[in-house]
């Protein structure tokens, strides 16, 4: 009785992990085939047409190259980023994946996760590098060496309401941050919402912080914060806040702007509900697809952020970022040069095309149809000096305290000054010195 | 504890000698427990003993650990502001959920009843958010909940009343309290699954007893009902303030946890500094010590509760 | 006589039975809400959802729930959730219960130290452990037993989780059944295994069916374990499915409604069929008081 038992609780439990198993036998465990280079690549374009275009260049190229078997594993951002983390604790790193650069790429370059692929890039008397945007391509470097190459580049800009400025009669774009607090007090007086913001996605708003740091302490005093023989506590930084808190002060966000998510900020823009919103190259698009009318603003417009007044930073400087494919330590040659011909011109304009990004590379720009990208390829391109977003930047708790802390003006419970200590505590802890 | 020696001696028939019968059930009981300690020591105590090594390292999640810090950790943690904040709000959902949500549960658990036409579709439906994914929870919710009064329904129902709209999620007052009710539109179907599990075992007869004794509605519940669910309540308190400390899903996706940490819990905290801000061993420690009050709680509890088995009688 | 009973019965029942089914009836409105609204959405646009969610839908977009349906990728999660749901509820249902019954009904060394340590489970949810918990799949993994992005490698995680609550509430169940039962099936010659076999399980099939359902509920829903575990979006479970309709920079809600309110029939129509067997089931345990 009691073997019978055992065979019978033993036969369920075989049965349970073959019926689990049957369907994926070999997926893991096959290595591919002898002659075969298997090439593994995340990417989190989950939508089409990027999802289409990716799958087509990788079976192109494996048509081309019947050696390579390219695995491409498709995850949405915040998934991507939680099963990255996962799979990097133990040192195990994809061949190529998504990447924004900064501090998390140079995060996974000190711990020997990433391979150096400067000396492909200078190759053939630096064939492959000088296709690149150096601003765009110096997103993926730490020291002088190349570690990915981006694919997608741009700027943070305001994106307005043309008909909602006319209703306010305001004639022309702000030039300066006195102008653009004047434009907001009109739209306010015609009774318009002037600005929509995601503060339940607090890098929406912090946006706006680190646009007047960059206009007022330009280049040189983030820089010297950076190498900390400045801090983040010195007056640009708080003239910085002290300004944001004159532009919350005026109340010109929608209802409930501390906890919209970026999806809502959008969606508030896109149907009318607000004039002017910041936001990077992907806002039309998504103002668009979270619209009522799926069409978005009618007559969207868009300028730089202003200028203040005895700023030292230029009006062009630029702070924006955009995507790119870091390299694992283990590609193979195969995996890189896969990854040049993803970034080859014919590609990129592809890439531009559809809408999916504005190209880096030198001349696929003119695949860029539709004029709001090509008006952030042109502030891009003419920018002296480009800044990547903060909070990608900086060391991730670094830009997490400007995160939270920023958001702390929005809710009106931290001064400026504080906001900028805060800041800098986390800058003196987590920032070493050069 | 039920106590049934494994050789009954009271038994009159022929068997094995004792010393083998011992053996072989010491081999059966193993085979028994097997498969479950297998997968719980390599799933579960191993995870915990490693959680316990990374809390002590500054660890940033790639490759190895190798700055050992001692217990640098923990004395960052409990002196942030911002995790003191997340165990206040952890305390706030706890004591919301026991003088609210349990006795809702309560309450609808007694009207459905035992003899109520119809309370199968009532139970049905109460149980129904039990049913569905907390992420579906969360979103459902963050929509109701929409500050302006023509996307957000309940706003829209508060303005349609002449009441104020309130930015339920963005104000840093009520986003606790907008929380809370949507893990009690989640959670209360199961404790008053539990509770009606335990009110078919009463058995009419007591209460009719009373009832003719004189005794009113409440005084019945209150005296006859109530007492004799003390099982089931019990073990719903100690499921409630488990799931209250390990929260995560549901703020989330809706809040992450602000803003400026006014929804923050444990969880959300450990998943902020330890995952999206790559600090895990300083989130491993986040960890640790939530499973500490944890256990400390279940210890508290079962000596309150003087029932060692204190879910026993689901 | 029979008639003077009757009315006053009958009037003393009729005033707190209205009141009864009102405030039930509004509960129920209440629980219905957000549910409406989902649905709803699942038959609107994203932009609709975002102006107006609580609109009614007009048009409805079919579409969305149809361009789903018509895809394979839809029913290759079905049918992957399914084997994953089938398996870690049986696994767990059968691993739990030689465990509960053991720690009921017999007596041996280390037994408390056992209960204490299964009890632990309850205070380290998965959500926390994830880390570790891959850590350990990779390394059986390298020992040539392939658990990462596989199935199977879901599954025993899910049971491992499933471990603590679930033998904890069996015991309850185990223990509830009287103890005169066992020495009967002694004297008839049973040993402990063929007690369990023969007397105890046919005895608690009501309750094992409960617990069942409610592990069926958490593997169903699950998404952290299967996103860790997985790589090949041919393995992919429903919970995994939503991913594809959120983009970087935004998501398109109205595809994840009806993507979620599809996802959820199969336990909702199982639910609404076997209520009444998981109250039973779940009531049987209660006895002890």
Known sequence: ????????????????????????????????????????????????????????????????????????TVLENEAFKTKLTTVMQSGEVPDIFQSWGGAGLSEQIDAGLLKDITADLDANNGEWRKTFAPAALAVFAKDGKNYGVPWDMGAVTWWYN????????????????????????????????????????????????????????????????????????????????????????????????????????????????????????????????????????????????????????????????????????????????????????????????????????????????????????????????????????????????????????????????????????????????? | MQSFPTSPNVSKNPRPPLLSRKTKDGLGIALFLAPALIL????????????????????????????????????????????????????????????????????????????????????????????????????????????????????????????????????????????????????????????????????????????????????????ITLPLLSSPIRTSVYMSVLGSIQQFIVVWIMTGGGPVNASETMATYMYRFGFVRFQLGYGSAVTIIMFILCVIFSLIYQQLTKKPDYLTGL | MQRVLITPKWMRKAVPRFFQYLILIIASILIFVPIVILMFGSVKTTGQMYSRPYDIPNPPQWDNIINILTTPAFWGMMKNSLIVMISTTTGTVIICAMVAFVLARLEFRGKNFIFNLFTLGLMFPINVAILPVYFVLRQITQMGIPLINTLIGVILVQIAFQLSGNILILKGFFTAVPTELQDAAYIDGCNNFDFFWRIMLPLVKPSLAAVAALVMIVSWNDLLVPLIVLNSNTLWTLPLGTMQFQGQYGQDLALISAFVMLSSIPTIVFYFFAEKQIVAGLTAGAVKG
């Open chain 2, 40 to 223: 719980f020591v390599l799933f579960l105590i191993y995870p915990i003993i490693r959680s316990v090594y990374y809390s002590t390292f500054n660890w940033n999640g790639l490759g190895p650990a190798t700055k050992y810090i001692g217990i640098n950790n923990y004395i960052k943690i409990l002196s942030d502001k911002v995790f003191m904040q997340a165990v206040q709000n952890v305390l706030v959902i706890i004591v919301c959920s026991l003088a609210i949500q349990l006795p809702l549960a309560m309450l609808l658990a007694v009207l459905v009843g035992r003899d109520l036409p119809g309370r199968g579709i009532f139970r049905t439906i109460f149980f129904l958010p039990y049913v569905l994914s907390e992420v579906n929870a969360a979103i459902m919710w963050m929509l109701l909940f929409n500050a302006n009064p023509q996307r957000g329904l309940i706003n829209g129902v508060l303005v349609a009343l002449g009441l104020p709209a309130v930015a339920w999620l963005a104000d840093m007052r009520v986003v606790l309290f907008a929380i809370f009710i949507t893990l009690t539109w989640k959670y209360f179907g199961f404790h008053m699954l539990l509770y009606l599990t335990g009110l078919q075992n009463i058995p009419t007869e007591i209460e009719e007893a009373a009832r003719m004794d004189g005794a009113n509605a409440f005084q019945n519940f209150f005296y």
């Open chain 1, 1 to 72: 009785m009691r073997n019978k038992l055992f065979k019978l609780v033993s036969i369920l439990m075989i049965a349970m992990f073959v019926l689990a198993a049957a369907p994926a036998p070999a997926v893991y465990a096959a290595p591919a085939k002898a002659d075969k280079v298997k090439i593994t690549w995340w990417h989190i374009s989950t939508k089409d047409p990027a999802l289409s275009d990716w799958k087509k260049m990788a079976d192109d190229y494996m048509k081309a190259h019947p050696n390579v078997e390219i695995e491409i």
């Open chain 1, 162 to 434: 043309k008909d909602l400025f006319a209703k306010a009669k305001i004639d022309k774009e702000p030039a300066t941050w006195s102008e653009f607090l004047a434009d907001v007090k009109k739209l306010k007086d015609a009774g318009i919402t002037p600005i929509s913001v995601g503060e339940g996605h607090t890098w929406t708003g912090m946006h706006i912080w680190s646009y007047l740091a960059t206009r007022i302490g330009g280049e040189k005093a983030f820089k010297a914060a950076l190498d900390r023989s400045g801090s983040f506590a010195d007056p640009a930084f708080v003239k910085a806040g002290e300004e944001l808190k004159k532009l919350i002060d005026m109340k010109p966000f929608q209802e409930g702007f501390l906890s919209a998510t970026h999806d809502e900020m959008q969606a508030t823009f896109g149907n009318g509900e607000a004039a002017m919103e910041l936001g990077g190259q992907w806002s039309p698009s998504v103002q668009a697809a979270n619209s009522k009318d799926k069409k978005g603003v009618k007559n969207l417009g868009m300028f730089g952020f202003p200028a203040v007044e005895g700023g030292a930073g230029d009006g062009s400087d630029v702070v924006g970022g955009g995507n790119g494919f870091a390299i694992g330590k283990n590609a193979s040659p195969e995996a890189i040069d896969f990854v040049k011909y993803l970034t080859n011109k014919d590609n990129q304009t592809i890439i531009a095309a559809s809408g999916t990004g504005i190209p880096v590379v030198a001349g696929a720009e003119a695949g860029l149809k539709d004029p709001n990208m090509k008006m952030v390829q042109k502030t891009f391109a003419s920018a002296k000096y480009f800044q990547l977003y903060y909070d990608q930047f900086l060391p991730s708790l670094v830009g997490g305290a400007i995160n939270d802390n920023v958001q702390k003006l929005f809710a009106g419970t931290a001064s400026p000054e504080e906001v900028a200590k805060a800041i800098e505590a986390s800058a003196a802890e987590n920032i070493t010195k050069k």
